[in-house]
């Protein structure tokens, strides 16, 4: 893992309860295979990640 990827914070808000409905973590909002591979993504992986969380945040929508 580059030094970059170590340097991008994890979204976590310490609210960590999936939510049924839409498969996406209540706090954070992020699924849980992004939750899990998190520690092993690239910074381009991170990043994509963290771009999506704001449309999601919006429409609740995991895609």
Known sequence: MSTI???IAS????VCQMNP?????RGC????EEIAGWLDFSATEKL????KLEERRRT????
């Open 21 to 25: 409905f839409n498969g996406l973590c």
């Open 5 to 7: 990827s170590k340097e």
């Open 48 to 51: 994509a990640v963290l771009d």
């Open 29 to 32: 909002m992020r699924t849980l």
């Open 11 to 14: 979204p976590c808000v310490n």
């Open 60 to 63: 609740g929508n995991p895609h």
